[in-house]
C-alpha cells in the first residue's frame, strides 16, 4: 500500500517521542530477505529492539497455504 512505510515510521516516532519501549519483528521472506540488513539498520537507528523469525506458520484455522 502506497504509503505504508511512511505512516508506520510516523508511528514509530510517536511512541518513542512518547518514550515507550518499541521492539520491531520482521517475518524473514524470500519476498524481503533482501531488505534485512536494512531493516535490521533502522532499528539499530531508532534504538528499538530487533527480532526476526523465519518460521512461517499455518493460518489459525490449520490451512497449511502460507507455508507453501
Do not use: W
Not at 37 to 66: E, S, T, W
Amino acid at each position: 500500500m502506497a504509503g505504508s512505510f511512511e505512516q508506520c515510521r510516523q508511528g514509530l516516532d510517536i511512541l518513542l517521542q512518547r518514550g515507550l519501549l518499541v521492539r520491531l519483528k520482521t517475518m524473514l521472506l524470500r519476498t524481503n530477505i533482501h531488505e534485512f540488513d536494512a531493516m535490521r539498520d533502522m532499528a539499530q537507528r531508532l534504538g528499538c529492539d530487533f527480532h526476526y523469525d523465519a518460521v512461517i506458520p499455518p493460518f489459525l484455522n490449520g490451512d497449511p497455504k502460507p507455508l507453501a
